[in-house]
């Protein structure tokens, strides 16, 4: 069964930092390109980064270029997100996702962790 | 990047109504569109992909349909379980984006 567990969501100041982590199962994690994708307090989907399977790619949504770093260890089978200079607009849940083949289509997420931004 | 409109933003129906959800690009898009579905509290799920066609395990109820700009999520018999908010996506040009949702409630 594909499971992805995501964690590391905290209360932190703005201007502050965190790093979150995504671990993944059941399936060969070093194959899949795989995202993170944000959803502000009822608001609707947002994609943030995603990363090639073997790292040496990688893209942000404009919002965070500079302030976030996507990064992976294929041997832990573990997906990071660096996240600096957080804003209160930084608020929000945190998915990953894995994407289908080469496509840029999520068939599989995970539960999601709360990062919120607040003094 | 392209905007992804969806209507209605929410509506209610009932157990075994045809119900019909709309996404439209900003621009074309081909087939490249996505549909998931959201439970409060949960992780979203894909349904539909390449506008079409249902992912492994969906129920044969959900259909998607369109190209270019204009796309439909169809669920032809609502159940209980189908109660939630509905999500478009396009990948055709990076970066991809969704819709802001569809929100179905019960009547």
């Known amino acids: 069964e594909v499971q992805l567990v995501e964690s590391g969501g905290d209360l932190v100041q703005p201007g502050g930092s965190l790093r979150l982590s995504c671990v993944a199962s059941g399936f060969t994690f070093s194959s899949h390109w795989i995202s993170w994708v944000r959803q502000a307090p009822g608001k609707g989907l947002e994609w943030v980064a995603s990363i090639r399977p073997d790292g040496s790619e990688k893209h942000y949504v404009d919002s965070v270029k500079g302030r976030f770093t996507i990064s992976r260890d294929n041997a832990e089978n573990s997906l990071y997100l660096q996240m600096n200079s957080l804003g209160a607009e930084d608020t929000a849940v945190y998915y990953c996702?894995?994407?289908?083949?080469?496509?840029?289509?999520?068939?599989?997420w995970g539960r999601g962790t709360l990062v919120t931004v607040s003094s | 990047a392209i905007r992804m409109t969806q209507s209605p933003s929410s509506f209610s129906a009932s157990t075994g109504d045809r119900v019909t959800i709309t996404c439209r690009a900003s621009?074309?898009?081909?087939?490249?569109l996505a549909w998931y579905q959201q439970k409060p509290g949960k992780a979203p799920k894909l349904l539909i992909y390449?506008?079409?066609t249902l992912q492994s395990g969906v129920p044969s109820r959900f259909s998607g349909s369109g190209s270019g700009t204009d796309f439909t999520l169809t669920i032809s018999y609502l159940q209980s379980e189908d109660f939630a908010t509905y999500y478009c996506q396009q990948y055709n040009a990076y970066p991809v984006t969704f819709g802001g949702g569809t929100k179905v409630e019960i009547k």
């Open positions: 390449d506008a079409s």
């Open positions: 996702a894995r994407l289908k083949g080469w496509t840029t289509i999520y068939d599989y």
């Open positions: 621009q074309g898009i081909s087939s490249s």
